[in-house]
C-alpha cells in the first residue's frame, strides 16, 4: 500500500510479551492500579514518539489555537489521557468490564434502529474508547459486525475476537484489496448492524475534503456511499472517558435525504453530518482526539 494512503501503522504497542502480561494482570487486579505508572511512560514517549508529538501539537497550537505552553501540556495530556483508554482497552478484554461505569446519551434513539428490520451502519472516529461502546450496546436484536485493521499480534486479535464472541460481535477485518466492503455488503442487506470507524483513510477508499475544525481535510467515503447504496441508516456512536472509570456514550442519528437521488450526494451529505458532530465531540473532549500523525494534511 503506496505510504501516502496510510501514515498509521494500526498497531497496539507493547509486543506479544507486554501484552500477555497486562491481559494476565488485569484477570486479578483493577485496571486502576496501573494509572500512576503512566507518569513514567509518558516522558518516554513525548521524548522519542516525535511525529506523534509534533502532530499532536500541531492540532493543539495550529488547529485548536492554543498557545504553546498550554499546547504543550495539552499534549502531555492526550498521551497521559490515551494511555488510560489503552489500558481500559486491554482490562475489558480480559473480560473485566463491570469496572467500568458508561453513561449512554439518546439511548432510545438506538433502540428504535434496533426496532425495525433495516440493516444500519455505526460509525465513530478514533476518539474517546470505541471499543467499550461495544460493550455498553450489546443486545439480541440484531447481529453485529465489527470492522476493524487486522495488523495486530497474535495476542491481541486472540484477545479482541475473544471480547467481540462475549457481546455476540462479529469480525470483519480491514483487507489491503477492500474486500471487506462485500462482507460489509452482505450484513447489512441481512439487516445486521456493521460498525466502522470513519476518520482514515486506507488505500483505494474514495475520500471526501471536508471543514474539520477550521481546516480543510479528507475523510474517506467509501463507507457513506455503501450505506446509500444499500439504503441503509447511519449513526454517531462516540464513547468518551470522563473521571476515573466512567464513560459517556454519546449517540447521533444522520438524517437521509430519501428524496435525493445521486447516491454520492446522499452520502456527502452523511459524511458532513459525521463530521460535524465529530467535532462537535473533539471539542469538548480536545485531548481525547488520538490521530498521531498530521491528519489535516492534503
Known amino acids: ?64 489555537g492554543y498557545g504553546k505552553c498550554k499546547a504543550f501540556r495539552a499534549t502531555a495530556k492526550n498521551y497521559y489521557v490515551f494511555g488510560k483508554v489503552v489500558l481500559d482497552k486491554f482490562a475489558m478484554q480480559s473480560g473485566k468490564t463491570a469496572q467500568f461505569h458508561i453513561h449512554i446519551e439518546n439511548e432510545d434513539a438506538f433502540q428504535s434502529m434496533l426496532d425495525n428490520n433495516k440493516g444500519f451502519v455505526i460509525v465513530s472516529s478514533h476518539v474517546g474508547n470505541f471499543e ?30 475473544q471480547s467481540l464472541q462475549r457481546t455476540h460481535i462479529n469480525l470483519i477485518p480491514i483487507a489491503d484489496d477492500m474486500s471487506h466492503l462485500f462482507a460489509i455488503k452482505e450484513a447489512l442487506e441481512k439487516g445486521g448492524v456493521v460498525t466502522i470507524l470513519c476518520d482514515r483513510l486506507m488505500g483505494g477508499n474514495k475520500k471526501k475534503k471536508v471543514d474539520f475544525l477550521g481546516k480543510e481535510a479528507y475523510f474517506p467515503l467509501g463507507t457513506f456511499i455503501l450505506a446509500a447504496h444499500t439504503n441503509s441508516d447511519m449513526v454517531c456512536v462516540f464513547t468518551m472517558k470522563e ?24 452520502a456527502e451529505n452523511m459524511l458532513k453530518q459525521y463530521v460535524k458532530y465529530l467535532e462537535e465531540i473533539v471539542r469538548k473532549y480536545p485531548e481525547q482526539w488520538f490521530n498521531y500523525y498530521d491528519f489535516w494534511k492534503i
Open 1 to 64: 500500500m503506496p505510504s501516502e494512503s496510510r501514515q498509521w501503522r494500526g498497531t497496539t504497542g507493547g509486543g506479544k510479551f507486554g501484552q500477555k502480561f497486562l491481559f494476565c494482570f488485569f484477570r486479578f487486579f483493577k485496571v486502576t492500579v496501573l494509572y500512576p505508572v503512566l507518569v513514567f511512560v509518558i516522558p518516554f514517549y513525548l521524548l522519542f514518539a516525535v511525529k506523534g508529538r509534533k502532530a499532536v501539537y500541531s492540532y493543539f497550537h495550529d488547529i485548536l
Open 132 to 161: 467499550l461502546a461495544g460493550h455498553c450496546l450489546s443486545q439480541n436484536k440484531k447481529p453485529f459486525y465489527s470492522v476493524m485493521f487486522g495488523a495486530e499480534t497474535e495476542v491481541m486479535l486472540q484477545h479482541r475476537e
Open 243 to 266: 473521571k476515573k472509570l466512567n464513560y459517556t456514550t454519546y449517540i447521533f442519528p444522520l438524517d437521509v435525504d430519501e428524496q435525493e437521488q445521486s447516491i454520492n450526494k446522499r
